[in-house]
């Protein structure tokens, strides 16, 4: 049964943000690609140029981070940071350090031009903050927001500090060679999968069995594929694990493979309730290509059939607003309000998220709408999300795509989903530029 549409909200007037010069949208509705014997080598053009952009950009938000976070006297960084880089608060948040270090160190491992002794510093600053202060070695626990120097004020139930903590072990692993990120890695990624598993070990009070959450899945997913990626031997090592994440991801999608759902029964059951038949667009397009990015990695074409239609097209079809553009928070299944307060909100997350399932399955199937709705995201975010003033994006818009919060990094917000969406773009064009054209 398809998502029904939420009902409209009443629109007020129209983003002051001024469009950007020129769009991929524009470019790819040009007339000369109209043209069959030209198609190719302008299409080809349009992705090289849209390359560049999106490494242009990628440049601007990571030198954001580089000018106003990085604490050089306590280690670690500030992710608290207003528009114009300013730091409105000293809490220090170990998500947040995990995940700019991972990006520092993945750009670092993967690009020539962040491949610097500056940013390898810049990554390390974060891991030793994590190491030293973050990290409980008894249980393998971290600490979920901790002071400027490193003291500890708040730990979280759930396992989801600690697979960002791996992730960051991981990537500086590869970076640097050094076995103290890998130890540390290695203890505390076979104690996520022991609480994901087994919920009880991780919180004692828990009574029943939890109910299964996409997000937390996708967070397993993507610290497997962290893992995996830097070390191609790992897919075979951790088939099993990969095994189980996929499994149980697939359990949310329910009503004849109709529709993805946030939550469900540990036995994968639709629940009868109000968060049940909820719908978060966002977690759903990052499950979809990073389930689409598992099945290159371990030759799991058949996958990718099932991925494509639910998680990719269904999901993009039924989120994307036709009104005022832009990926909605949350939706309802049966079309009734949804119990998010923020349901409406257009999160900076999301669209990075749509822009690489868009991007891949262009990649993966070269089929030209793919193409045209990640045109419609890029260009949406460059307008409404881009601040070009001081770089990086904002995060929170409403419904009609205007900013409601000025900063650009929070306790949520940090160096992660812009400076990865815009790399995993960029090199996916470029592969597709490279190789002359797509996957059929």
């Known amino acids: 049964m398809p998502i029904k549409p939420t009902r409209p909200v009443t629109p007020k007037q129209p983003t002051d943000n001024p469009a950007p010069e020129i769009t ?49 006297e306590y280690l670690g960084y500030l992710a608290c940071l207003d528009f114009d880089g300013t730091i409105y608060d000293t809490t220090k948040y170990t998500i947040s350090i995990a995940k700019q270090a991972y990006t520092y160190s993945k750009l670092y491992n993967s690009t020539e031009v962040f491949h ?99 997000r937390e899945l996708t967070a397993i997913l993507r610290m497997l594929l962290v893992i995996a990626e830097g070390n ?8 099993d694990d990969f095994t189980w994440v996929v499994k ?21 059951d639709e629940l009868a309730t109000a968060k049940g038949r909820e719908v978060i667009p966002g977690n759903v397009l990052e499950a979809g290509w990073m389930l689409l990015r598992y099945s290159q990695l371990a030759n799991k074409k058949e996958l990718r059939k099932e991925v494509l239609s639910v998680f990719v097209d269904q999901m993009f079809g039924v989120s994307w607003d036709l009104r005022n553009g832009g990926i909605l928070f949350a939706l309802d299944v049966d079309g009734l309000s949804p119990v998010s307060l923020s349901w409406g909100m257009k999160q900076w997350w999301t669209v990075t998220e749509a822009m690489i399932a868009q991007i891949l399955a262009y990649r993966l199937t070269g ?20 601040e070009g003033g001081n770089g990086e994006w904002y995060g929170y818009l409403d419904t009609e795509g205007r900013v409601t919060h000025t900063f650009k990094g929070s306790h949520k917000k940090g160096c992660f989903y812009v400076p990865r969406c815009l790399w995993v773009c960029s090199k996916i064009v470029r592969d597709i530029v490279n190789m002359g054209g797509v996957e059929k």
């Not at 072990?169 to 890998?182: D, G, I, N, R, S």
């Not at 191609?232 to 951790?238: F, G, S, V």
């Not at 089929?367 to 881009?386: E, G, I």
Request: glycine letters at 4%.
């Open 24 to 72: 991929v949208t524009k470019l790819l509705d040009g007339e000369e690609l109209s043209k069959e014997a030209k198609e190719k080598a302008e299409l080809l053009n349009v992705l090289n140029e849209l390359a560049g952009r999106l490494e242009h950009e990628l440049k601007s938000v990571i030198s954001f981070w580089d000018k106003n976070s990085l604490d050089v």
């Open 116 to 214: 610097t002794e500056d940013v390898l510093q810049n990554a390390q600053l974060g891991g030793e903050f994590l190491l030293r202060h973050c990290y409980r070695a008894s249980d393998n626990r971290c600490f979920y927001s901790l002071t400027r120097e490193g003291k500890p004020l708040t730990m979280k139930a759930d396992y989801e500090t600690e697979v960002h903590f791996v992730m960051a072990m991981y990537e500086l692993h590869y970076a640097t060679k050094q076995a103290k990120y890998l130890v540390r890695g290695e203890a505390t990624f076979r104690a996520i999968m022991t609480w994901a598993k087994d919920p009880g070990t991780i919180n004692p009070l828990t009574i029943v069995p939890p109910d299964s959450k996409l």
């Open 248 to 268: 149980h991801m697939l359990f949310h999608v329910q009503r004849s493979g109709s529709v993805v759902l946030e939550l469900v029964s540990n036995r994968g």
């Open 367 to 386: 089929d030209r709408k793919y193409l045209t709705n990640f045109s419609r995201v890029f260009d949406y975010a460059m307008v409404h999300y881009r």
């Open 232 to 239: 191609k031997d790992k897919i075979r090592q951790l088939r």
